[in-house]
């Protein structure tokens, strides 16, 4: 089994930042993929972004530029980085570790930007 465990999220103002961290623990293989999904309100959960365990990162075009994806390998910790951030931006951010054919999920952490 694996567990994520989020720290991170809040209410920030437009254009202001914030970090999400997620930190994975359990029975990790050397290769996996993890990453971030949200979830606003009335919408589908949609993906954010993703970095496997050799750097190779995805996002969505809607954060390109503004949100950095980024990992620790000896802490099992994945990070959201997120500048610029935008009204539309408010969600549940979920975090996720894929390996082989399994998914798990974290608890989802409210994120919110608003003046």
């Known amino acids: 089994q694996v567990q994520l465990v989020k720290s991170g999220g809040g209410l920030v103002q437009p254009g202001g930042s914030l970090r999400l961290s997620c930190a994975a623990s359990?029975?990790?293989?050397?290769?996996?993929?993890m990453g971030w999904y949200r979830q606003a309100p009335g919408k589908e959960r949609e993906l954010v972004a993703t970095?496997?365990?050799?750097?190779?990162?995805n996002y969505a075009d809607s954060v390109k530029g503004r949100f950095t994806i980024s990992r620790d390998s000896a802490k099992k910790t994945v990070y959201l980085q997120m500048n610029s951030l935008k009204p539309e931006d408010t969600a549940i951010y979920y975090c996720?570790?894929?390996?082989?054919?399994?998914?798990?999920w974290g608890q989802g952490t409210q994120v919110t930007v608003s003046s």
């Open positions: 996720t570790l894929r390996q082989l054919t399994q998914e798990y």
């Open positions: 970095i496997t365990t050799t750097g190779t990162t």
């Open positions: 359990g029975s990790i293989l050397s290769f996996n993929v």
